[in-house]
């Protein structure tokens, strides 16, 4: 019985080096191994080339037959070198209410539960030709890495960018009194201090995440570029209307130093977002509430509205994983007991951080007004640690579990 191609393409007098390969190669991926080409060309010679070439590229050429005026060549597609993986052709992202979005693209090529570090950068559903080197990446589990949300919070963000030079109003700035003034540099310079760090530790587990899950890092890349404009934010603002920085305490060193120093990206995920940018939410809508002005109260809106991008992810990350691995409570409960004992002797809220936001909230420094805004200080670590056991019992932590993790947390807050 004659040999059934399922492909069929014609070459017409194309020569075998002057562009028909670029016709026969594409048709031949196509092909699952083991599927026939056939390959009509009126090129002079043509039979002998494809000869050489198929045993090159470990194909079958099964006939080349001259007809009427061209050569028909029958090709079997060989396994060996054959790349892996379903084929998209024809696959076509629907649009869902005028938007072609990255969740879109997740739900038609989903994630897979494990990822092989051989593939590299192919990109999720590229076939990927065998051969190539394992690529150092240790973040190969989707339960691990990659909550189900996370495209739809990458969209969110990218659609939630602001830019710190034009979207302020830095002229409607006017010179405090001193007081208030060294206040507010002093609180800037934490903020920026702090935010150095949630720059610096998602960034240092990028590189591990596979790229099978690459939303997980183009989510975490705009967190990266947050981090950067709320520090470029803090800044201007300690710099504007006369003031400067102010001091960066050893307690916040070490603090943020214990953070940097995490391997386990679902800890860091924990410590960081879940713990430190949770509270630094209510940090952030106590500046707001107590600014000395609206340019102030206006930046730590916005930071505020990215942080609880930041805390959404870390949540979903935190959440999802939990759900596959009931061991992680056990060790992320003891990463932030390890935490607290790295930290064991470092005091309190920072001396300069506690007066600052005591005479932010105070509006000044008249005494009357100053113990108002002590009480309103001791009020927002009140908060803090009602929100934190919210955000715990949330993930899954028993009430007990949640005030004790919370009690542990960083006096530092992040
Ligand atoms: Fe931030
Ligand atoms: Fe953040």
Redo the contacts with the bound molecule.
């Keep these: 019985m004659a040999t059934q191609a399922a492909l069929a393409i014609d070459g017409g007098d194309l020569p075998f080096g002057g562009g028909l390969l670029a016709l026969v190669r594409p048709a031949l991926n196509l092909l699952q191994p083991g599927g026939v080409l056939a390959v009509h060309s009126r090129a002079p010679g043509i039979a002998d080339e494809f000869f050489t070439w198929c045993k090159v590229e470990h194909h079958e050429l099964i006939e080349a037959a001259p007809q009427a005026g061209f050569t028909r060549l029958l090709i079997r597609k060989g396994s060996l070198g054959a790349p892996r993986g379903g084929m998209e052709h024809g696959l076509d992202l629907p649009v869902v209410q005028g938007r072609l979005d990255a969740a879109t693209v997740l739900n038609t090529v989903p994630f897979p539960p494990a990822a092989d570090p051989a593939v590299g950068f192919a990109p999720r559903g590229a076939r990927v030709e065998p051969g190539g080197p394992v690529y150092p990446f240790t973040l190969n589990e989707r339960d691990h890495v990659a909550p189900p949300d996370v495209a739809q919070l990458y969209d969110q963000a990218v659609n939630a960018q602001w830019n710190a030079e034009t979207d302020i109003a830095w002229d409607r700035i006017r010179p405090l009194p001193p007081a208030l003034q060294q206040a507010v540099g002093q609180i800037m310079t934490f903020l920026a201090e702090n935010e150095l760090s949630?720059l610096y530790v998602p960034s240092r587990f990028i590189a591990r995440i596979h790229p099978a899950y690459v939303e997980v890092g183009m989510f975490l890349s705009t967190?990266l570029a947050?981090?950067a404009r709320h520090i470029d934010v803090f800044l201007k603002r300690a710099r504007k209307g006369g003031g400067g920085l102010g001091i960066s305490h050893a307690t916040t060193s070490a603090s943020l130093h214990s953070l940097l120093v995490l391997e386990d990206f679902t800890e860091a995920a924990f410590l960081l977002s879940v713990l430190g940018?949770g509270t630094f939410l209510d940090l952030l809508r106590f500046i707001e509430d107590h600014a000395p002005d609206e340019v102030t109260a206006e930046i730590a809106r916005r930071a505020r509205a990215?942080?609880t991008r930041?805390v959404h992810f870390g949540m979903s990350h935190v959440k999802h994983a939990l759900q596959h691995d009931p061991s992680l409570y056990g060790r992320l409960e003891a990463a932030v007991r390890r935490r607290s004992a790295t930290l064991a002797g470092v005091g309190g809220v920072p001396a300069a951080v506690q007066d600052a936001l005591t005479i932010l909230a105070a509006r000044g420094t008249d005494p009357v007004s100053v113990r108002a805004g002590h009480e309103r200080f001791r009020e927002l670590l009140a908060v803090m640690h009602e929100n934190r056991v919210k955000r715990l019992r949330n993930a899954g932590f028993s009430a007990e579990q949640a005030g004790t993790l919370s009690d542990l947390h960083t006096p530092n807050f992040m």
């Design positions: 949630a967190q947050d981090e940018e990215d942080e930041h």
